[in-house]
């Protein structure tokens, strides 16, 4: 099992900055992945990036390349997404995910921090 719990939502204005933590207890070396996601009310849940937990390889949607930043720290076992340049559609709950070695599913989900950002 794998632990994750997340901080560092709030409301920003937009343009404004915000860095999200994802913090890992449990069986960290079954850790893969950690992945980033959102959900906006009323719409489905979205990938926003992700970083391969031991060789910090990331990865992430379009949408939001060149503004935000996935990173982790394996001496605390906290993953990071800095997000700048904040926009109003990305007013949404924001979750961290584990994936594990082997496993195509992200199995292991945080409860989620709400951002919302004011234009």
């Known amino acids: 099992q794998v632990r994750l719990v997340e901080s560092g939502g709030g409301l920003v204005q937009a343009g404004g900055s915000l860095r999200l933590s994802c913090a890992a207890s449990g069986r960290i070396f079954s850790m893969y992945r950690v992945g980033w996601f959102r959900q906006a009310p009323g719409k489905e849940r979205e990938f926003v990036g992700s970083?391969?937990?031991?060789?910090?390889?990331?990865s992430y949607t379009d949408s939001v390349k060149g503004r935000f930043t996935a990173s982790r720290d394996n001496a605390t076992n906290v993953a990071y997404l800095q997000m700048t340049s904040l926009i109003p559609d990305g007013t949404a709950v924001y979750y961290c995910a584990a994936q594990g070695w082997g496993r195509r599913e992200y199995e292991y989900w945080g409860q989620g921090t709400q951002v919302t950002v004011s234009s």
């Open positions: 970083i391969i937990w031991s060789g910090g390889r990331t």
